[in-house]
Structures are given as C-alpha cells and as structure tokens.
C-alpha cells in the first residue's frame, strides 16, 4: 500500500527537513537548507545544501535528498519538505524543480519557514509545461 501523505506525515517529514538544514554546508551564501522526500513506500530520505569554494559546484537540498532516494533504489515520490531559514517560505529552485520533474508532476512540494508560515504545491503548478522524459520522444 502506497503511504498517504497525510498532514501528519507532513509534520513528521517537515521535522526531517529542519534536522537536516541544520547539517547544511553553506558557509558562502549563509542560507541553510533542508529537504525529506518521500517515497511511495513511506521512507523518507534528506538532503542539505552542500556548497563549494567553486560556487557551481554547490548542490542544492533537495537534489541531494533526490540522489540518495534513487541511489538507495526508489523512484516513486509522494512528497518533498523543504525547510530554510528565509522569513517566507522557499520555493525550490527552478534546476530542483527539473530534476524532481522526472520522477513524476504530481508530487507535493511543501515549504516551511522557521516562523510559522508553510506554503504547498503540486510540482505541477511549479513546474508547467515541463520537459520530461517523453519530450524526448515526442
Ligand atoms: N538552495 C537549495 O538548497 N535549494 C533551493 O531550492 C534553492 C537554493 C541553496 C543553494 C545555495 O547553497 C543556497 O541555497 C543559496 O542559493
């Protein structure tokens, strides 16, 4: 049975997102920031920004959350908390929109500011008229 992501799964999985911002390697940019995906067998797996000297090398929260969820073998999503320390909610970047694109548009992207304020998603609405993997082939 596939896991729902029902709001308390989302309060679990915001939790996740906050401890693993708290591990982000940001000391050029100072912005902090966590991601918990998913996945439709109701593991979660996090990420943290990782930057670098060479400021392009630097990865984003939620790819490296995306890189250990397939790197461990799943490739069906449900939802992606992002927690940053921003006074509104982040959005994820338009590249992380991309890469989670290809796993599927109706995962739920939720974005938590320390304040209070929560905003949510479907990667959908953030991501219209994607290039997917059929765009290939089309
Ligand atoms: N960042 C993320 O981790 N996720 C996003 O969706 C937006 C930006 C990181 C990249 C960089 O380390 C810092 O935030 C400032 O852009």
Not at 102 to 123: K, N
Request: a neutral charge; hydrophobic letters at 45%; glycine letters at 6%.
């Amino acid at each position: 049975m596939n896991a729902v992501a029902t709001d308390d799964r989302f309060t679990a999985l915001r939790t996740q997102a906050t401890e693993a911002m708290r591990r982000a390697y940001a000391p050029y940019s100072k912005f902090r920031v966590g991601a918990a995906l998913l996945t439709d067998a109701g593991e979660t797996f996090v990420g943290c920004n990782v930057e670098n000297a060479s400021y392009p090398a630097g990865l984003c929260a939620e790819r490296v959350a995306l890189g250990a969820a397939v790197a461990a073998g799943h490739r069906k999503f449900m939802a992606i908390a992002i927690s940053s320390e921003a006074a509104a909610p982040a959005p994820p970047c338009g590249i992380c929109r991309q890469a989670l694109a290809e796993f599927g548009l109706d995962l739920i992207v939720e974005s938590a500011a320390p304040a209070g304020p929560v905003m949510r998603w479907s990667l959908a609405e953030l991501l219209p008229h994607p290039f997917t993997p059929s765009s290939l082939h089309s």
